[in-house]
């Protein structure tokens, strides 16, 4: 749910008990108003009264409220002295309405030439149901009109100053550190998302400078490692010359040469990628992948008749594709290095080429591996001692900096493909 | 033959210096910018070996420098640094080759082997070996004047162990040699042996022999 109807509902949702209350009270405040003006205007009425009766005596025959609002009733002495003046509501006929309606009856008591009379006085009260149906009706419209102002300013004011909140949010949804792009805000009066800008901003400015600098480590790291590599690889091959060596120490400085050499290719690959993730490879051309994958299997021919194996090749339409030709070549070697290497001895590897796709197929002893960590680095799944594990992961960064879809899948062989979505 | 190794890492230039000097070349060194243009202002060498990395100074001027005062020597750069870059800027400077760090001491041989055969003799000079002799412009081997048909990597296997012939040739050198770069993880070189029992076999009559120095790698005894 997005914010602006999240603070709409909840608005909604106070607003409900609120106005309710408030009405309740403002009903009572209302009533105890109207009752003071009423009670003032009887009280007013008796001074009338009694003004009148000592000039018109006969208005004290009035009994009952057949023809006026008063009535008057003689009363002991006794009874006035002990009289309490009072007002209270009452129900009384009205002949328009045709029904008993609520009345206000102020009884007082008065004096009149020695005789005692006790005084009425009615005056027709407020009808408290239609009171409140009123109050209801008029509180249920001012409600719906609120909520509909609410939601209009929500939707349409809140949309507008929240413009440069969704703008920024869009952009971070699809940010990619390791793309070269930039992210932009849209300026605001708004100190909090002036705020949210500038950390954004901020964020991903320190993001990209350490991503830079690893990536830059990894590099500088690895071109420090060539010379005392190189150094200690020529120290032995030197020593090995120069020196009268058992068959058993000639061994031992030679596995010592391998590990050097293992070490080196470990040490170029991650160069490789690195630069391959530093953008070095900006030179592009049309590569012809069918010529391509036909040098690489004549380049593998002897490894492969010494692993009795045989490369197959089936090729339905060549596929022309805009991009680095070393990286093409390093792509393509890999797949089929890692099919050669992996796959069992004495049984075929089947290269497809058709329209956008090449894919590479072999047998193995090893069942279905999980894409997911194939293609990350340093995960070996062979026990082979000599694979860098990091030949796929280059293959991967190199297919995703073309746009190339690289995956894997288990069908009886491993098959790798390759997924051209537009031919370049 | 003189050579000028211009290298700051003082173990690295031992190395090279040693195994140069088996190779009975006269060697000069120089591990620093300063030291390396004067020398090469004073005297000739045939061939320079070129750090590009100098602490006090880009390698790449040195290089500017000789080709400015119209010098012909041939020129390898060695760096630790390799970058696709530098190689292009070095080649379009005039430099003969690019070797990258780390390399194997038969490469540098086959290297500066190769640069010096091509400015001293354009290339023309046959190879004498005992009874062998091998024209490396057009590829072809002639043993007691029959000529020998080798493939490619028969060819290139012969020529890396000729170029360091009375070495230890190791089959992780050869094999990146003659098979590339990529060639690398494959689980083993054995795969090398059937290229070189076939070369045995077609050079049977000639005055070398190619010897397997306990499975480490090979070595060209001439007889």
């Given at each position: 749910m997005k914010l602006l109807n999240h603070t709409s509902k909840y608005l909604s949702l106070v607003l409900l008990p609120i106005i309710t209350i408030w009405a309740i009270a403002f009903y009572y405040a209302m009533l105890d108003e109207i009752y003071d003006s009423l009670d003032d205007g009887l009280e007013n009425q008796k001074i009338l009264l009694l003004k009148r009766a000592s000039e018109d005596?006969?208005?004290?025959?009035?009994?009952?409220?057949d023809k006026h609002v008063y009535a008057f009733k003689p009363i002991s002495t006794y009874t006035y002295e002990n009289f309490k003046e009072s007002y209270r509501d009452t129900l009384m006929y009205m002949h328009n309405e045709d029904d008993f309606e609520p009345v206000r009856i102020y009884e007082s008591t008065m004096q009149q030439n020695g005789n005692h009379y006790k005084l009425k006085i009615i005056t027709s009260m407020v009808e408290e149901d239609d009171l409140i149906q009123d109050l209801v009706k008029y509180l249920v419209g001012l409600y719906v009109l609120m909520v509909i102002i609410i939601l209009f300013l929500n939707n349409f004011m809140l949309r507008k100053i929240w413009k440069p909140f969704y703008h920024s949010i869009s952009q971070l949804k699809t940010?990619?550190?390791?793309?070269?792009e930039q992210i932009t805000t849209q300026s605001t009066a708004i100190d909090e998302f002036q705020l949210l800008n500038e950390t954004i901003i901020k964020l991903i400015k320190k993001s990209k400078d350490s991503y830079t600098e690893q990536k830059q480590f990894i590099e500088n790291a690895s071109h420090e490692l060539q010379t005392p590599l190189a150094i200690s690889i020529n120290k032995l091959e030197l020593f090995l010359e120069n020196h009268p060596l058992s068959e058993l120490q000639t061994k031992e400085l030679a596995s010592i040469l391998d590990n050097l050499g293992r070490l080196t290719r470990l040490n170029k690959s991650l160069l490789l990628l690195s630069k391959i993730e530093n953008q070095q490879f900006t030179e592009e051309e049309l590569v012809d992948f069918m010529e391509l994958t036909q040098d690489i299997i004549s380049d593998f021919d002897d490894l492969a008749t010494h692993r009795n194996t045989s490369i197959h090749l089936e090729v339905k339409n060549s596929i022309h594709y805009r991009m680095n030709k070393d990286l093409a070549i390093v792509l393509l070697t890999n797949l089929i290095k890692n099919a050669l290497v992996h796959g069992k001895s004495d049984t075929e590897i089947r290269i497809q080429i058709d329209q956008n796709s090449w894919s590479i197929s072999n047998t193995s002893d090893s069942e279905v591996m999980n894409q997911k960590l194939l293609f990350s680095r340093f995960k070996k799944i062979s026990t082979n001692k000599k694979s860098t594990g990091l030949g796929l992961a280059i293959s991967k960064a190199i297919a995703d900096k073309y746009n190339l879809n690289l995956s894997y899948q288990f069908d009886e062989l491993h098959i790798f493909r390759l997924q051209f979505f537009t031919e370049r | 033959m003189k050579v000028l190794i211009i290298e700051d890492e003082p173990e690295m230039l031992d190395n090279m210096r040693r195994t140069l000097e088996r190779e009975h070349y006269q060697v000069e060194t120089a591990s620093d910018y300063e030291t390396a243009s004067n020398k090469m202002g004073v005297y000739e060498y045939d061939c320079i070996l070129l750090d590009i990395t100098l602490p006090d100074g880009d390698g790449l001027e040195l290089l500017k420098q000789l080709k400015n005062n119209g010098k012909n020597e041939g020129v390898i750069i060695v760096s630790a640094k390799d970058s696709l870059d530098d190689r292009l800027k070095g080649l379009n400077l005039g430099a003969d080759d690019y070797l990258p760090k780390p390399f194997h001491m038969a490469e540098l041989h086959a290297r500066v082997n190769a640069v010096l055969r091509r400015l001293n003799f354009k290339g023309q000079q046959l190879l004498e070996l005992g009874n062998v002799s091998i024209n490396p412009e057009n590829r072809e081997v002639v043993v007691d004047n029959t000529p020998i048909d080798l493939n490619r990597k028969e060819y290139d296997i012969l020529m890396y162990l000729v170029t360091n012939k009375n070495r230890l040739v190791t089959k992780a050198a050869l094999a990146e040699h003659v098979w590339g770069d990529h060639i690398d993880q494959s689980d083993s070189f054995d795969f090398i042996y059937s290229q070189i029992k076939n070369l045995r076999k077609k050079m049977e009559h000639s005055s070398f022999t190619i010897e397997a120095v306990y499975g480490v790698g090979y070595k060209l005894n001439l007889d």
């Open positions: 005596p006969s208005i004290l025959e009035h009994q009952d409220f940010f990619k550190i390791e793309k070269d | -």
